[in-house]
């Protein structure tokens, strides 16, 4: 698991340590000492902690003019034993949301399982956004059924189209566009 490095071909026009406005302002992070684990395996350390024990992120790119955020996820993400998406809206999206940023791009193709518990802080982080959406792009197969156990399709745009976004070829502003055309064909048929 420490092979698995956040996506970094952005970082020389965007990094969340310098910017003044990301809950990680002022962080550095020693690339060759691994500090987290997920159940006893070590990530790898540019992955950032936000309260969760076995979810990790890195915030990636954001663009406070358009209110976009792109966050690139890694682990599991555990509703039922750790409310991870409590410790996500608390800890980072309400931070980000603070900023004017009200569309979120969350990247799971390293998220390995999900298991839920209740939809309410799907529903509250939904509900806060305005015209903004939530867009989860390349999660795997099994993790958008148990999403879809819990109707996260109410609140979350994933699936279909978005499961084989080749984001990596794009620059953030492209990604976020072609993005932005998908939510506004998706939400306002």
């Known amino acids: 698991m420490q092979d698995i490095e956040p996506y ?7 990094n969340t340590y310098t910017d003044p406005h990301s809950p990680y302002y002022g962080e550095s992070h020693n690339e060759f000492l691994c500090r987290n684990a997920i159940y006893n395996h070590y990530i790898h350390p540019l992955w950032d902690e936000f309260g969760s024990s076995t979810l990790y992120l890195k915030i990636i790119y954001t663009d406070y003019d358009f209110g ?8 599991e993400w555990n509703d039922c034993l750790h409310n991870d998406i409590m410790h996500l ?10 900023k004017g940023i009200n569309k979120f791009i969350l990247i799971g193709e390293n998220v390995l399982n999900f298991h ?3 939809d309410s802080y799907y529903e509250d982080w939904f509900n806060d956004l305005d015209d903004g959406w939530i867009m989860l792009v390349n999660f795997r197969e099994h993790v958008q059924a148990e999403f879809d156990k819990l109707n996260l399709n109410y609140y979350l745009l994933y699936g279909g189209q978005l499961s084989e ?3 990596r070829t794009l620059t953030p502003q492209k990604l ?3 993005l ?3 939510a506004n064909r998706a939400l306002n048929p």
């Open 8 to 14: 970094s071909r952005w970082q020389n026009i965007y």
């Open 68 to 75: 976009y955020c792109i966050i690139e996820l890694m682990g």
């Open 89 to 98: 809206k608390r800890n980072i999206v309400e931070h980000l949301e603070n």
């Open 116 to 118: 839920y518990s209740d």
């Open 165 to 167: 976004v080749k984001w």
């Open 176 to 178: 976020y566009e072609a």
């Open 180 to 182: 932005n055309s998908y």
